[in-house]
């Protein structure tokens, strides 16, 4: 059974830093593509950064640049968002997925959601 558990979510003020994990089981994480994604209290579910198995580079949505950083650590398994100088509107609930090797860019995979296992959530909240 496929299943995708993450956390490390949490409070956290304006200027902290946190590190999301995403823990795969059921198969082999390997070459697949994988993406954070969240969603805010009242707003639609968005691409945060996304790494295409076709790609080279990942993609990052522009408030995020320069602070996040997404990597995998395919011994373990496991998806990490590295997030640093958080603001209040990074709040929301995070998630992690991931999809077969597919021929797509990493931009395409984020602003498309092309994913086909996701996590339930961790929950960031950054406020003072």
């Known amino acids: 059974q496929v299943q995708l558990v993450e956390s490390g979510g949490g409070l956290v003020q304006p200027g902290g830093s946190l590190r999301l994990s995403c823990v795969a089981s059921?198969?082999?994480?390997?070459?697949?593509?994988i993406g954070w994604f969240r969603q805010a209290p009242g707003k639609g579910r968005e691409g945060v950064s996304c790494f295409s198995s076709s790609d080279d580079a990942a993609y990052y949505t522009d408030p995020v640049k320069g602070r996040f950083t997404i990597s995998r650590d395919n011994a373990k398994n496991t998806v990490y968002l590295q997030m640093n100088s958080l603001k209040p509107e990074d709040t929301g609930n995070y998630y992690c997925?991931?999809?077969?090797?597919?021929?797509?860019?990493?931009?395409?995979?984020?602003?498309?959601?092309?994913?086909?296992?996701w996590g339930q959530g961790t929950q960031v909240t950054v406020s003072s």
């Open positions: 059921g198969f082999t994480l390997d070459d697949y593509d």
């Open positions: 997925a991931v999809h077969p090797p597919s021929p797509h860019s990493s931009r395409y995979i984020c602003q498309m959601h092309a994913m086909d296992y």
